[in-house]
């Protein structure tokens, strides 16, 4: 089994809808991020975590929020999906001690809204 | 301006030969740096990370940094069909705890 899981791996919605974005982890990482990728722009964080009561805003946060259920789970939600949202997200996790050198990825969801 | 800044490419080598991949950075006080390397569709990952100024190698790759002028590179020798890909740099800016990540450069490596 993958050490970062992702669920759903591709998803079409429609615009409008309520959508949530789910990872999970077996690493034992305190630390968990969400990034999007679009072709040009590269990798961008949405938000990220340090533990189960931390939550911060990266650099895109508007139009989604984000869950901390546990340590080893970190959701992401599209409250109102909208087409500019469609991208590739990946989840990330590191751990304290190695900290940023540390990054695993989950396989990524494809996302479409239309 | 952006942070970290990478050639999109493509960059076209041929087999066997050095593929030398170049980024740059803008927050001068940005401690660590990271390649990642990205197949097509899949997720990226880490190849190397290098702290320190001057040259780092694991293998086919070498990392180098110069940090008096903002710049990170990755060379690949004998480079071979499978290092095909998009390589991506990443730096941990000041106090900020996670990496902004370049565009990536996509690398084809020619039979």
Redesign the interface.
């Known amino acids: 089994d993958a050490d970062v899981t992702q669920t759903p791996r591709n998803r079409i919605t429609k615009t409008g809808k309520r959508i949530m974005l789910e990872c999970s982890q077996t690493k034992g990482h305190d630390r968990m991020y969400w990034y999007r990728q679009d072709p040009g722009l590269g990798l961008r964080l949405i938000y990220y975590s340090f533990d189960v009561k931390d939550i911060n805003k990266g650099e895109i946060s508007d139009g989604y929020s984000v869950s901390r259920q546990a340590q080893a789970k970190f959701s992401l939600s599209l409250e109102s999906a909208i087409p500019n949202q469609t991208a590739l997200y990946f989840c990330a996790t590191s751990d304290q001690t190695s900290g940023t050198s540390g990054y695993t990825f989950g396989s990524g969801t494809r996302l479409t809204v239309v | 301006q952006k942070e970290?800044e990478q050639n999109?490419g493509p960059l076209s080598v041929p087999e066997g030969a050095i593929a030398s991949l170049n980024c740059t950075y803008s927050d001068r006080g940005s401690q660590?740096f990271?390649w990642y390397r990205q197949y097509s569709?899949?997720?990226?990952?880490?190849i190397m990370?290098i702290y320190s100024n001057g040259d780092k190698e694991d293998g086919r790759f070498t990392a180098q940094l110069n940090k008096a002028s903002q710049y990170v590179s990755l060379l690949i020798r004998d480079s071979q069909p499978s290092d095909s890909a998009t390589y991506?740099c990443?730096v941990?800016q000041t106090g900020a705890?996670?990496?902004?990540?370049?565009?990536?450069t996509r690398l084809t490596v020619i039979p």
């Open positions: 970290v999109s660590s990271f569709g899949k997720s990226p990952e880490l990370f991506l990443a941990d705890n996670n990496l902004f990540f370049g565009t990536g």
